[in-house]
């Protein structure tokens, strides 16, 4: 997919140090007169490519650098410009008008074939007649949503059996876009209070017998599961993880060891031993700081005129100066061992992403509340199968990579997903779970019938549109620069069965 853009690591300088030192040159090549009341060619405040970019600036001259991973909070997230929060009033982030668009936008057949594979997992672990609960985490539009409720319908004992359908999303414009497609373009949300129980939204679904539709701002706030009251919970995150923060660190060899006067014991050896830690390479953190403005500060336009000149990226990485609190913990895991001993290695690394994933798990593996697993969880992201990742933060605006340190908060921001880590958190998660996967998102969409259905359509489908539907759905499968079945993989979790059954698409069918 889409390289990661990695800037140099300098510590930035001020603009009023960039100021200092640019002053007296201008003048002095400008203004030969000894005039003291002759005016002065100021040199202009330094503009930024979002208001939102400026104050993250402002927020790391009085902090310090900070990680990726907050930086990616404030992009994304902030209430004050963030890319998914704030509301667009004349189109959104998704499709060919937005900024990229994902596999449920491209053909219909990828939101209907997850229905599938929901249903067959249903079937698998014995048709419950009710407690099924839908479970979507960045749900974008509500496309894939509404392609899985539609075929669902159609099987009358998988759709009685579900009792709700949880959306998480943090963003109201989202929200209410996701309430017109799924429950009609009058319906109105409300507001659900109840007494010891986090407050959601409700609307009624458009499909089947009006299947409530309930939004939350975080998995936390999802219902759990309980023995009394057993559910069924069938969750789904598409294109979710490579929006969650990720942190960088790269291995750096221990410094040399200095020559100096040591206190000798009455056998020779030195009184005060080196830590032996000192002596093996460390992990420094890459943290973002803001990028130097260029000492050439004024270009020409092709009208002629003179204008300021913008660096191209508002902000770069720099190495944090020694081992910080990060650094000392989270890459501290067996995965990322045996690269720390080789230095110039390095790792992203999102410790967000274990607690949802493990979240997912003792939701299907119960935990010491619940003795029955049940339900399954689908993730479906762009990653590699069984690398870590590395140098793959990324800025994506207008279907156009850009460097993820401009445009923030009117760009879209992501890294690649270590699916190892996440499969490793999961069974941390609950004794209870089994995961299957990775396998290519183009593999899997081939086992469960995808050009079957897609021929299907294109049957019954004007003249027209036959083509359309023909190019989304092998771009679905596809491997290449436009294709996506390469790059983007599938992974499942599902109850610990022993090894008595491989879920449909990895290998496996409905029954033993």
């Not at 935990?367 to 990653?383: C, E, F, N, T």
Request: with cysteine; aromatic share 8%.
């Amino acid at each position: 997919m889409r390289n990661g853009i990695v800037r140099g690591f300098k510590h930035a300088l001020s603009f009023q140090q960039v100021q200092l030192r640019a002053a007296a040159p201008i003048q002095a090549r400008r203004w030969q007169s000894t005039s003291p009341s002759t005016p002065q060619s100021p040199i202009p405040q330094r503009r930024w490519s979002t208001p939102l970019a400026e104050t993250i600036a402002k927020a790391i001259e009085v902090t310090g650098p900070v990680s990726i991973a907050s930086y990616m909070r404030q992009c994304l997230t902030s209430p004050d410009g963030g890319y998914y929060t704030t509301a667009r009033p004349s189109s959104d982030q998704f499709g060919r008008k937005g900024d990229f668009i994902t596999s449920p936008e491209i053909s219909q057949v990828f939101g209907e074939l997850v229905g599938v594979w929901f249903l067959t997992e249903w079937i698998g672990q014995g048709r419950p007649a009710s407690g099924v609960q839908f479970m979507e985490v960045g749900p974008g539009r509500g496309t894939m949503m509404s392609d899985i409720l539609r075929t669902v319908a159609q099987f009358k004992s998988f759709e009685q059996a579900i009792e709700a359908v949880w959306l998480v999303e943090a963003g109201d414009g989202l929200r209410k876009q996701q309430c017109a497609l799924l429950c009609g373009e009058e319906a109105e949300m409300e507001q659900m209070e109840e007494e010891g129980k986090p407050t959601f939204w409700q609307a009624k679904s458009k499909y089947g017998n009006g299947i409530p539709i309930r939004w939350v701002e975080d998995v936390a706030l999802l219902p759990k599961n309980n023995e009394r009251d057993a559910k069924m919970p069938f969750i789904i995150a598409h294109e979710f993880f490579d929006a969650l923060p990720i942190y960088t660190f790269e291995s750096v060899a221990a410094a040399p060891e200095q020559e100096k006067t040591q206190l000798l014991d009455k056998s020779g050896r030195p009184m005060v031993r080196q830590d032996p830690a000192s002596k093996v390479p460390q992990w420094r953190e890459l943290l973002v700081t803001p990028t130097r403005p260029s000492l050439d500060l004024f270009s020409t336009s092709k009208e002629g005129t003179v204008e300021p000149k913008q660096p191209e990226a508002d902000f770069h990485l720099t190495f944090a100066k020694a081992s910080n609190p990060n650094s000392l913990v989270i890459p501290e895991r067996p995965r990322y061992q045996q690269l720390k001993q080789q230095p110039g290695s390095r790792v992203e690394v999102s410790p967000e992403s274990y607690r949802y994933i493990q979240d997912f798990a003792k939701r299907i593996g119960g935990d010491v509340s619940r003795q029955k697993p049940a339900g399954a969880a689908l993730i479906i992201d762009y990653g590699p199968l069984d690398t870590i990742p590395v140098n793959s933060f990324r800025g994506i605006k207008e279907h156009k990579i850009v460097s993820p340190f401009s445009f923030a908060g009117q760009a879209d921001i992501s890294a690649d997903v270590d699916f190892g880590a996440l499969a490793d958190a999961a069974l941390e998660g609950s004794e209870g779970v089994e995961v299957h996967g990775p396998v290519e998102q183009g593999a899997w969409l081939t086992q469960l019938g995808v050009q079957d259905r897609a021929a299907r359509l294109m049957k019954g489908a004007e003249e027209d549109k036959r083509a359309d539907i023909e190019a989304g759905w092998k771009r679905l499968v596809e491997g290449g620069l436009k294709g996506m079945g390469k790059a983007y993989k599938v992974m499942a979790i599902l109850p610990e069965n022993g090894g008595k059954r491989r879920p449909v698409g990895f290998g496996g069918s409905v029954t033993p």
